[in-house]
């Protein structure tokens, strides 16, 4: 049966009333110490008609840090802050699950108390900069994780998907996408481990697998999702073997039967069909025709739906810029642009002041 963009779905066990699923983004508006504000919980809020919405990426750690002003889930103040937004979204009748990103090598020392280095698989630096307020600065080369290291990164996820369980989430997305440092594991030129985490696929995959199963078993496997982004080079991955890879991944993650499996696609949908195969579960796919189609359009969900590749999809910057997104897409749009100078910091413009539809028919 062809689903569309307003079916219902079931998704770990949370019924959604539709499968436009609002896409993690990073705003860079929480406060030095990790916490989000009441602005916060009203973005999330005017956006609650989104059948599932994804955080931010949330630091799981200190170290798992990896740019300015961004919130996080390893202390009882954050877990506190967060309880702002997770209430003002369900008393807006929404879901939110908490994205839980340890960003790995792309981190810097400018965002540790104590100046440490980054954590990584390998000692392989990004190539990439920090953004600071002071201007860009070099990632420097991270650190190589040693299994001491790794076992406290697997209890530092646990306990921030506690936390965000405490704080009154729906589930935890783990990023395992985009770069960071699930990615760097599975990745062969970020990962040059000759440990039992490095080398075969069978390897790579581990740390992955170990992070998911933990999580699961903390917070339940119904509430905890996984983003991955096969192929996607963002911050300097170059994966060799992308599809025998991440069918292996796939393979494993269905046996633990997990909430969900999130897929940033990059313009191979053969790829992701492929993958689809691979995983019996829910799918939610952001849905990108060409490598460098940005944004994702509505077109492109409603084809994906209406393929059978997917059981959701999500969009960002739609939603970004267009708090009502479900009903501008019931009536065909228009759209607001999302303005890229307000992605990433500063106050309430361009976070909270998109209008409605009704909001710009009324003015
Ligand atoms: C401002 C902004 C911040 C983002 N932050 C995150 C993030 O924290 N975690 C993540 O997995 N993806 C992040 N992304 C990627 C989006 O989730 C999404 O994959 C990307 O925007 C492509 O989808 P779209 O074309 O519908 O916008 C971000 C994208 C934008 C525009």
């Known amino acids: 049966m062809v689903s569309t963009l307003f079916d219902p779905v079931t998704i770990g066990g949370l019924q959604l009333p539709n499968r436009l699923v609002m896409a993690p983004m ?95 698989p390998s000692a392989v630096a990004s190539g990439e900069q920090l953004f600071t307020p002071d201007g860009m600065l070099d990632h420097p080369t991270p650190r190589e994780m040693t299994t001491e290291d790794i076992a406290a990164t697997i209890t530092d996820f646990t306990a921030a998907a506690r936390n965000a369980i405490a704080a009154g989430f729906d589930g935890v997305e783990l990023h395992g996408a985009n770069g960071y440092l699930l990615h760097q594991f599975l990745a062969d030129n970020t990962n040059l481990r000759t440990d039992s985490y490095g080398g075969s696929v069978a390897n790579r995959i581990r740390f992955v697998t170990e992070v998911v199963a933990a999580v699961s078993e903390a917070i339940g496997a119904d509430r905890t ?91 960002g910057a739609l939603w970004l810029a267009n708090p009502d997104l479900d009903a501008r897409i019931k009536v065909g749009g228009p759209y607001n642009t999302a303005d890229q100078a307000t992605f990433y910091g500063g106050d309430s413009a361009g976070y909270t002041d998109y209008p409605t539809l009704d909001q710009v028919t009324s003015a």
């Open 26 to 120: 990073t705003r860079n508006r929480a406060t030095p110490e990790g916490l989000v504000t009441e602005l916060a919980g009203e973005y999330y809020a005017q956006r609650a008609s989104a059948g599932l919405i994804i955080s931010e990426g949330i630091q799981p750690s200190v170290i798992g840090q990896g740019y300015f002003l961004t919130p996080g889930l390893h202390n009882a103040e954050q877990t506190d802050a967060w309880r702002q937004v997770t209430d003002a979204v369900h008393r807006a009748g929404g879901r939110i699950f908490a994205q839980i990103n340890h960003c790995g090598r792309i981190g810097h020392p400018a965002l540790y108390p104590d100046n440490a280095l980054p954590l990584a």
């Open 225 to 315: 999702g996984i983003r991955l982004s096969p192929g996607n080079p963002f911050n300097h991955i170059e994966e060799s073997d992308p599809a025998p890879l991440y069918v292996e991944l796939l393979t494993k993650l269905a046996e633990q039967d997990i909430a969900y499996v999130h897929i940033v696609e990059g313009g191979d949908r053969e790829l992701t069909t492929k993958l689809r195969a691979a995983w019996p579960g829910s799918l939610i796919l952001n849905p990108h025709r060409t490598p460098d189609a940005f944004p994702a359009t509505v077109e492109a969900a409603e084809e994906a739906l209406e393929s059978g590749v997917t059981d959701a999809v999500s969009l």
